[in-house]
């Protein structure tokens, strides 16, 4: 279960400190910190806040390249072994969840195009970085859980056009075609140089250096997060304050949402006789949302958008806060069942 200890290197006090607050609290209160530091710059200062918002483009580019750098792709080797929870998890993940917040987003926010995109991109991007994290707290299968990583990454990234297609329709404020052009011109360049640096660091470190330097790497993805966000609400609080009342209509929603994403990871593992493991990873991976990449991608894809980017970043300030609960919820019904399982031995179907 998970990754082994021992191969890892061991945490200095700052990179301990950090790794808590990615996990707990502190990424939350730094992105809501972020909201008012830029929403007070904006309101005060509109010229400073303005000169800001001209950093976007050069943040968005960073977020994405440590995004895509913290994925170890060579995970890929390991699918096979694994396909039969692989394709559950993938399942619930591209074509289950995305139902679900589009029936969500359509009857809370129909009448609030904006809105509705920015909600159903942040619903349809399954995580690909700290959701591990939990699901290393929840003691879940992380080891399994990073074979769902690269592919989850790529396959948002191909889907993001088709399911603003097929979600969105005439909701979305550029065409289909205008949002692959421009991933194509301003996201593939920084995915292909992320994974040539990391691949080359990786040959170039020892196994110990390069994970440590992986962990720095996460560590910095929160402050690059926060950056970005202070830019977009410095150079566009006053839109954004015009359609404050939406926020609370959002919140509901997105409350709902992972509701029903947690009942959704509760049946799939019934369904596939999941052990304990297994079923915190998809508890996981159906609840956490990829909102820094889809935020960066929005903002390529469909520029000067601060409504749909501030969707996106409320649906991110609440997913910290829900997936500590999850973890709770988790390992208190694993301490309730006792061995863990969610059948009898001689029903549960392990998943290797």
């Known amino acids: 279960m998970g990754d082994s200890a021992a191969s890892e290197p ?42 800001l918002g001209g950093y976007v483009d050069h943040t968005i580019l960073a977020l994405v390249g440590l995004l895509v750098f913290e994925v170890q792709f060579s995970a890929l080797r390991k699918s096979w072994s694994n396909i039969r929870f692989l394709s559950v998890a993938w399942i619930a993940n591209f074509v289950l969840v995305p139902m679900i917040g589009f029936i969500i987003a359509s009857v809370f926010l129909s009448g609030q195009p904006l809105f509705f995109t920015g909600l159903l991109i942040y619903f349809m991007a399954p995580c690909t970085d700290w959701f591990l994290g939990f699901t290393r707290l929840a003691e879940g299968n992380t080891a399994l859980g990073a074979v769902l990583l690269p592919v989850n990454m790529i396959l948002q990234l191909l889907l993001y056009p088709v399911y603003l297609t097929l979600f969105a329709g005439g909701a979305a404020p550029v065409e289909a075609s205008t949002i692959t052009s421009a991933l194509l011109q301003w996201v593939l360049g920084p995915f292909a140089a992320a994974i040539a640096i990391h691949q080359l660091l990786k040959h170039l470190l020892s196994g110990a250096a390069f994970t440590r330097l992986l962990n720095w790497a996460g560590y ?3 402050f690059v997060i926060a950056l970005l966000i202070l830019e977009i ?7 954004i304050f015009e359609h404050a009342s939406i926020f609370e209509i959002m919140l509901v929603a997105i409350f709902l949402f992972f509701v029903a994403t947690f009942l959704l990871g509760e049946i799939g593992s019934r369904v596939a006789g999941l052990a304990y493991p297994e079923h915190a990873l998809l508890t996981m991976t159906t609840a956490a949302r990829n909102a820094p990449m889809m935020l960066g991608v929005t903002a390529i894809a469909m520029p000067n958008q601060p409504l749909i980017y501030a969707a996106i970043i409320v649906g991110m300030l609440l997913e910290f806060p829900h997936l500590t609960v999850l973890r709770q919820i988790l390992l208190r019904g694993r301490s309730a069942r006792g061995d863990g399982r969610l059948y009898p031995p001689q029903v549960r179907r392990e998943v290797s």
Do not use: C, D, V
């Open 10 to 51: 061991q945490l200095s006090g700052l990179e301990q400190a950090l790794a808590r607050f990615a996990a707990g609290a502190g990424t939350t209160i730094l992105l809501a910190a972020a909201i008012l530091a830029g929403s007070a710059l904006g309101q005060l200062s509109p010229e400073h806040g303005n000169r």
């Open 220 to 222: 910095a993805t929160p």
């Open 233 to 239: 609400f410095a150079s566009n609080i006053s839109t």
